[in-house]
């Protein structure tokens, strides 16, 4: 059974505001990501990090931020949050083995809406 | 660069046999895998095949693997009405900075009527 977490699950603000969607795991991964899903499905790889102090910028550019101070924990800020911004946001980890077999387990996932 | 394609849809009778292909782009792959999404849930891996496999059999699930066309499918036996969920294929990829991150195809949207 994966254990990870994502907070909260879904998300209604206005314009402007700053945002921290929270992902945390309990599998010890070395390894996170964070996924963006269009309404019609298609995943968007957006930041990844390998470990501790480590953050990666994934295939679609993102005005959102992440962290990594503790292994457990990856959150995602947005400054300023638009109405562009509006998706749902994935959260995964995996045991990383040197890229030749990374099997995922993913949150349940955060729905954002921005009005 | 790396592409994973599927086709969007696939509609099937509770009880058929339901097939969802996928393409990919990278022969490097070592691994590739087939992930289930729920409504409402986050991605669940499914299956997955070693690239030097061409056929992977577990409960319900047949894998196939053609290399030489980069071909992959899914076959799920006696689809049942709690097999509706949309279907990822992904594969590895190999290049550069992005190295070990998987690439998704867009999802196959199953719906299974009864």
Same mark, same amino acid.
């Given at each position: 059974?994966?254990?990870?977490?994502?907070?909260?699950?879904?998300?209604?603000?206005?314009?402007?505001?700053?945002?921290?969607?929270?992902?945390?795991?309990?599998?010890?991964?070395?390894?996170?990501?964070?996924? !963006? !899903?269009?309404?019609?499905?298609?995943?968007?790889?957006?930041?990844?990090?390998?470990?501790?102090?480590?953050?990666?910028?994934?295939?679609?550019?993102?005005?959102?931020?992440?962290?990594?101070?503790?292994?457990?924990?990856?959150?995602?800020?947005?400054?300023?949050?638009?109405?562009?911004?509006?998706?749902?946001?994935?959260?995964?980890?995996?045991?990383?083995?040197?890229?030749?077999?990374?099997?995922?387990?993913?949150?349940?996932?955060? !729905?954002?809406?921005?009005? | 660069?790396?592409?994973?394609?599927?086709?969007? +849809?696939?509609?099937?009778?509770?009880?058929?046999?339901?097939?969802?292909?996928?393409?990919?782009?990278?022969?490097?792959?070592?691994?590739?895998?087939?992930?289930?999404?729920?409504?409402?849930?986050?991605?669940?891996?499914?299956?997955?095949? +070693?690239?030097?496999?061409?056929?992977?059999?577990?409960?319900?699930?047949?894998?196939?693997?053609?290399?030489?066309?980069?071909?992959?499918?899914?076959?799920?036996?006696?689809?049942?009405?709690?097999?509706?969920?949309?279907?990822?294929?992904?594969?590895?990829?190999?290049?550069?900075?992005?190295?070990?991150?998987?690439?998704?195809?867009?999802?196959?949207?199953?719906?299974?009527?009864?």
């Amino acid at each position: 059974e994966a254990d990870i977490y994502q907070t909260p699950r879904y998300l209604v603000i206005g314009t402007g505001k700053k945002i921290t969607l929270e992902c945390s795991q309990t599998m010890g991964h070395d390894k996170m990501y964070w996924y !963006q !899903q269009d309404p019609g499905m298609e995943l968007h790889l957006i930041h990844y990090s390998y470990g501790v102090n480590s953050t990666e910028k994934g295939d679609l550019s993102s005005e959102s931020t992440v962290s990594r101070i503790r292994t457990e924990h990856f959150p995602l800020t947005l400054e300023s949050a638009r109405p562009s911004h509006t998706s749902q946001y994935l959260c995964a980890s995996s045991l990383y083995v040197g890229g030749l077999d990374e099997k995922l387990f993913f949150g349940s996932g955060t !729905q954002l809406s921005v009005l | 660069g790396e592409d994973v394609e599927q086709s969007l +849809f696939l509609s099937v009778r509770e009880g058929d046999s339901s097939v969802i292909n996928c393409t990919y782009t990278d022969s490097s792959s070592t691994y590739l895998y087939w992930y289930k999404q729920e409504p409402g849930a986050g991605l669940q891996l499914l299956t997955y095949i +070693f690239s030097n496999m061409d056929m992977k059999q577990d409960q319900r699930l047949t894998v196939l693997l053609n290399k030489k066309d980069k071909h992959l499918s899914l076959r799920i036996a006696d689809t049942q009405t709690g097999d509706s969920a949309i279907y990822f294929c992904a594969e590895s990829s190999n290049y550069g900075g992005s190295q070990g991150n998987l690439i998704f195809g867009k999802g196959t949207k199953l719906s299974v009527k009864p």
